[in-house]
């Protein structure tokens, strides 16, 4: 939704970088899954993940995989003309330059057991949260909304904070 966003509002090229399939480390160049008009690769070649993404943002953004995201996103600036991209998974990322560091949380689990992954569902130790320039809730309800403020509390968090629900749109069956 926020590449869709910016394109829309800013009026901007997006391309969002993604690491992809185990397989795509066995490649030099990164790939392209879709150039924000068409889509240009399969699951079974970029992963099931980055090729939903590249269906859902056609018209607004394009879809690079490669291990490197730092790669990936010169060869969509290069090559694509991306005016910028949005790293998927990419809060640990620090190689790419960012005007906007936003931490998603899922407000079902925060933190999980506070471990770091595999042990746990963190990918940075807690402590890195002070990094970010934003927080935004997933999973969102009124239900979680103490749980979520008492893990703010705890951080003593000043900065912006925004929500986001997960609906689901309908149910679709893809044949090859």
């Known amino acids: 939704l926020l590449a ?9 090229k997006i391309a969002v970088l993604s690491r992809g399939y185990p397989a795509s480390s066995l490649w030099d160049a990164p790939l392209i899954v879709s ?27 394009a879809v690079v ?13 290069q090559s694509l003309r991306s005016d910028g991209f949005l790293p998927d998974d990419g809060f640990q990322h620090r190689r790419i330059h960012r005007d906007l560091n936003l931490l998603l949380v899922d407000s079902e ?28 809730f997933t999973h969102w309800s009124e239900a979680r909304a103490t749980a979520c403020e008492a893990w703010l509390r705890n951080l003593t968090w000043r900065k912006p904070v925004f929500h986001a629900e997960f609906r689901p749109s309908g149910v679709f069956w893809k044949t090859r």
């Open 4 to 12: 869709r966003e910016i394109h829309i509002r800013c009026e901007k």
């Open 109 to 136: 689990g925060l933190t999980g057991n506070g471990r770091l992954f595999p042990l746990g569902i963190l990918r940075e130790p807690l402590s890195e949260a002070r990094r970010a320039d934003a927080v935004l």
């Open 35 to 61: 150039n924000g008009v068409e889509m240009q690769a399969a699951p079974d070649s970029a992963g099931d993940e980055p090729v939903m993404l590249g269906e859902n943002l056609l018209g607004a953004a």
């Open 65 to 77: 995989v490669h291990p490197s995201r730092w790669r990936a996103g010169r060869f969509a600036v």
